[in-house]
């Protein structure tokens, strides 16, 4: 469960973090792609543990509410899914040539 929530909270970072404050943006780097403590974070900061605790919460509620908005991640996992059928299909010869078709059509279509 903390490995898929750590992945998902790295995606949700890639996809918004343009979207983040500087602050938020520093917290989350070193929490979740740097793997700092709460304690180191917050000594770098001169802030409290729990003060760093809050603000990454409050972070990850934001990153989920945007995802929840803007889907960013969900249609990211689609394509990557369609690809890896369509890569299957065409490498072992097992897909018709108009599922293949409907596919690229698909993807097209999102983008």
């Known amino acids: 469960m903390l490995l898929e929530k750590t992945t998902r909270m790295n995606f949700l970072f890639d996809f918004y973090q343009a979207l983040l404050t500087d602050?938020?943006?520093?917290?989350?780097?070193?929490?979740?792609l740097?793997?700092?403590?709460?304690?180191?974070?917050?000594?770098?900061?001169?802030?409290?543990?729990?003060?760093?605790?809050d603000n990454i919460r409050r972070t990850e509620a934001m990153l989920e509410e945007y995802e929840n908005?803007?889907?960013?991640?969900?249609?990211?996992?689609?394509?990557?899914?369609?690809?890896?059928?369509?890569?299957?299909?065409?490498?072992?010869?097992?897909m018709p040539v108009e599922e293949q078709l409907a596919l690229i059509e698909q993807l097209k279509e999102w983008d």
Do not use: N, P, W
Not at 23 to 32: A, V
Not at 34 to 53: C, M, N, P, T
């Open 69 to 94: 908005k803007l889907c960013l991640l969900g249609k990211f996992q689609q394509r990557t899914q369609m690809l890896a059928q369509l890569t299957a299909g065409i490498t072992e010869k097992s």
């Open 34 to 53: 740097d793997d700092h403590s709460l304690g180191e974070i917050a000594e770098s900061y001169g802030v409290s543990r729990q003060a760093v605790y």
């Open 23 to 32: 602050k938020q943006r520093s917290y989350m780097e070193l929490y979740y």
